[in-house]
């Protein structure tokens, strides 16, 4: 599967954005799908991921109450919501995918195998 990301950005602390990550390539529901995000010198850490059918879904701590992800069947796109946007939230942000079974794993990065080329997500105080 190919993964392309799109719709970072620069904002101001408060406001939102919407990211995307169009899938291509083998059937859509066969992946699970995840957020990570990377700051400079920090290691890449899941944001958010949701399950095949879309019926799971996992959000790191400090995001939930804030980012919502969404998949779109029809589309083959991922989505991921963010709302009331904090300075601490910039990073490059990176979709995944990955065919394996669902496991307490889906949260690290580790365990998925495709990535999308990132995009950056810059908030302002």
């Known amino acids: 599967v190919q993964l392309q990301a799109s719709g970072g950005g620069l904002v101001q602390a408060g406001d939102s954005l919407r990211l995307s990550c169009a899938a291509s390539?083998?059937?859509?529901?066969?992946?699970?799908m995840g957020w990570f995000r990377q700051a400079p010198g920090k290691e890449r850490d899941i944001v958010a991921a949701?399950?095949?059918?879309?019926?799971?879904?996992y959000y790191a701590d400090s995001v939930k109450g804030r980012f919502t992800i969404s998949r779109d069947i029809a589309k083959n796109t991922v989505y991921l919501q963010m709302n009331s946007l904090k300075p601490e939230d910039t990073a490059v942000y990176y979709c995944?995918?990955?065919?394996?079974?669902?496991?307490?794993?889906?949260?690290?990065?580790?365990?998925?195998?495709?990535w999308g080329q990132g995009t950056q997500v810059t908030v302002s105080s």
């Open positions: 995944a995918a990955t065919e394996r079974p669902y496991s307490s794993g889906w949260s690290q990065a580790t365990w998925y195998d495709y």
């Open positions: 390539g083998r059937t859509f529901t066969s992946y699970h």
């Open positions: 949701i399950s095949r059918s879309g019926g799971r879904a």
